[in-house]
């Protein structure tokens, strides 16, 4: 991590370890937003053809933030979109001073799911210990082929030796887990191996995935990545500098270094009030 890297806005951190659950576009967002997740730093809408992911950052005297779209290529224009799973909060908006406007009282879900995004293939949305997932559920005789995922916003999209998807922005790279998929079979669940694909140019941010032996098409497949789950974006308000980092066998990070930031997320009894050491910084999976 070279120094000062980790100077850039750091929308994640809350982003991390608030749960997830998502609120029924009532008319507090524009029209096309369906259903939307509004936490600090992080704020999630569902619309027909993408999921538009908005990471942002206050600082006393402007907001920052990254803007990404996750879009559905060739997928059905009129796709059906589920909330599932309520949750046990209510959700509140007091927006403006015309009381007709206010919304109070909104319920809450775990799940947001896309019904037949392409023939035959489901695409869930769900929080996982307060990370966003999603599994593609591709029903028996549907063409995994169809999966076509465009990051628009990002730079470019790359591969690392572990098969996990970077995906490349100005203010640093996300990543999503390589695919944990798998069917169940007379009972028992079978491991498929799956693999991003990238399609066309890098720059071009369009990916599917590659199914490998032992799929059997007559059987339900659930594909299973992780979407981002680890960036760059570490770091507080003032001079940050990384002197290493290491991962653990549970996918968890270790940092160590040095900052400047009255707002790092650091362990009590590792600060002064100038600076603080770093001689461990956890990044949970």
């Known amino acids: 991590m070279p120094a000062n890297q980790t100077k850039d806005p750091s929308p994640f951190k809350s982003y991390w370890s608030t749960p997830l659950t998502f609120v029924q576009n009532a008319g507090q967002v524009r029209e096309a937003v369906h259903y939307l997740s509004n936490k600090p730093g992080c704020q999630i809408g569902f619309s027909s053809d993408e ?3 908005l990471f942002t950052r ?13 879009h559905f290529r060739g997928a059905n224009k009129d796709v059906r979109l589920e909330a599932q799973h309520p949750a046990a909060e209510k959700v509140n908006y007091f927006i403006g001073n015309d009381p007709a406007k206010w919304h109070a009282g909104l319920p809450t879900y775990q799940e947001i799911a896309y019904r037949e995004l392409w023939p035959g293939i489901d695409l869930v949305f769900y929080g996982d210990n307060g990370v966003l997932k999603y599994d593609v559920i591709v029903k028996p005789g549907a063409n995994p082929g169809n999966i076509r995922f465009v990051y628009q916003g990002a730079d470019r999209l790359s ?38 694909l990238l399609h066309g ?9 590659e ?12 594909i299973d990545p992780t979407l981002l789950v680890y960036s760059t974006y570490l770091g507080g308000n003032d001079t940050d500098i990384g002197y290493g980092i290491a991962v653990d066998n549970q996918d968890n990070a270790y940092v160590t270094g040095q900052t400047l930031s009255i707002d790092f997320p650091v362990t009590p009894g590792f600060s002064s009030p100038l600076k603080m050491d770093l001689p461990v910084l956890l990044l949970p999976k």
């Open 201 to 209: 140019e890098q720059e071009g941010c369009e990916y599917g995935f």
């Open 159 to 196: 591969l690392n030796g572990e098969g996990d998807l970077h995906i490349h922005t100005l203010h640093g790279v996300l990543a999503e887990k390589k695919p944990v998929s798998y069917q169940w079979i007379n009972g028992r669940k079978v491991p498929v191996d799956t693999r991003f």
């Open 58 to 70: 206050r600082k006393p005297d402007l907001q920052e933030g990254l803007a990404l779209s996750l």
């Open 211 to 222: 199914i490998g032996d032992g799929y059997q098409q007559e059987h339900e497949l659930i």
């Open 51 to 53: 999921v538009l992911l």
